[in-house]
């Protein structure tokens, strides 16, 4: 099943149809099943949208309700590769939903090299680990760890009066490939001598609330967030001061590489970001509620826009979180 594709000006791609998102009139022939290689699944409508403007071409797409696939896809094509995206059904999250879209996915493009979870995420902030509101975190593995760990399958141990993580299972790594590719992606980004391609990207978005947040405040973790729809009442001394330091970089997004957590029930109190974000095996740079579904069934990469901070800022999804898809249009480029 094909889906209407919203172009960066606002107007829905017809079914039927293809050609570039620039208002072009050269057409592309439509690819079948097997010509899609790189399969890209969000979980949110935002997320969704935003992938769709980072689309060089859009495609009609080939016809998957015969194959009993309930997925609504978007067709295009990024840096000449060619793209099938698709979401996470309305009102579902969470590792087993994620898990059943990938299944179909799959089944009806069985040329597919890999797929990409790409989102947003809830950052894990701490002065180690200096991220921050709108920063694109990649997974990447650490030591005896693939990249992304499973919440749900750690358990926390306390012997002799001291807190241990005992961990049940293990989730595999990103396909060799992409952590190949990944290798000159932080070659590029992080040369300042070369361009920086996701801020050309973010230029492509016209709306709004796909800017950068203006305000970015982090509060100390035992300080308790004075309520109302955001933080204009809390106390401006307990800001967390080294957040608020400007940082030496010319970029416009930071990129931090590490572990992701995942887990079917959102991380939502402060104690537990903190508790997993200074653990020193897992060492946690964001949260997340799909990516856990994956990881050992599917040759699968995730990037996470970081929207808050797990418990006392308020959730921005399209505001601070759609900087992932800006990154993730240059890491397609690459001859995988």
């Known amino acids: 099943m094909s889906a209407n594709i919203p172009t960066t000006h606002g107007r829905s791609q017809p079914s039927g149809t293809n050609k570039p998102v620039t208002g072009s009139q050269n ?24 992938a769709h403007a980072m689309l060089d071409f859009v495609f009609s797409g080939p016809g998957t309700s015969k194959k009993r696939d309930s997925n609504l896809y978007a067709f295009g094509k ?23 879209v990938a299944k179909d996915m799959i089944r009806s493009f069985p040329a597919l090299r890999f797929t990409l979870m ?39 141990l306390r012997i002799e009066g001291r807190a241990y993580d005992q961990r049940i299972g293990f989730l595999s790594p990103p396909p060799r490939v992409l952590r190949a590719a990944q290798q ?23 709306r709004q609330d796909f800017k950068r947040p203006a305000q970015d405040r982090l509060y100390r973790a035992e300080y308790e967030h004075e309520g109302g729809p955001n933080c204009d009442n809390c106390n401006p ?7 608020q330091q400007p940082r030496l970089t010319n970029r416009v997004v930071g990129v931090p590489y590490g572990m992701i957590g995942s887990s079917n029930s959102l991380i939502e109190r402060t ?31 995730v990037i996470r826009g970081i929207c808050d901070y797990s418990a006392d800022q308020i959730h921005t999804k399209t505001t601070t979180g759609i900087n992932m898809q800006h990154f993730q249009r240059p890491r397609i480029r690459g001859n995988y």
């Open 27 to 50: 057409t592309l022939p439509e690819p079948s099943e097997d010509g899609y290689s790189i399969g890209w699944i969000c979980a949110l409508k935002e997320e969704y949208a935003a």
């Open 78 to 100: 990024i840096y000449g590769h060619n793209v099938v995206i698709t979401c996470l059904p309305d009102g579902e999250y969470g590792t087993n939903c994620a898990a059943s």
């Open 118 to 156: 790409v989102g947003i995420g809830k950052g894990a902030p701490i002065r180690e680990n200096d991220v921050r509101l709108g920063d694109v975190v990649v997974s990447t593995p650490q030591g005896t760890l693939g990249g992304v760990v499973q919440l749900d399958f750690v358990k926390r």
């Open 184 to 206: 000159e992606v932080r070659r590029h980004y992080d040369d300042p001598g070369l361009p920086d391609r996701v801020a050309a990207n973010i230029e492509r978005m016209t």
């Open 237 to 243: 001394d307990k800001l967390e001061d080294w957040n």
């Open 271 to 301: 104690e537990e970001r903190e508790m997993y974000a200074r653990d020193p095996d897992l060492k946690i740079f964001c949260f997340e509620t799909e990516a856990a579904g994956l990881m050992n069934t599917y040759p699968c990469l």
